[in-house]
């Protein structure tokens, strides 16, 4: 997770679509505000009461050919 010190590091993150027939890993992150803490958990993991969720996609580039 790109979080360092209860912050969201976005400058680490980039975005490469490969080549031909490449494996690429598509990640996205999302901020959201915890309104609610359940019987005294903290639920936030960022400052200011934010939760980061993740998601991740894989896929498989067509093999097409560049002009």
Excluded: C, H, W
């Amino acid at each position: 997770m790109p979080v360092s010190n209860g912050s969201f590091n976005s400058s680490a993150l980039g975005y490469n679509p490969g080549g031909p027939g490449d494996i690429v890993v598509l990640r996205l992150y999302y901020q959201y505000p915890v309104y609610v803490n359940l019987l005294g958990f903290n639920l936030s993991n960022l400052n200011g009461g934010l939760n980061l969720l993740a998601a991740t996609a894989v896929f498989k580039n067509e093999p097409y050919t560049s002009s």
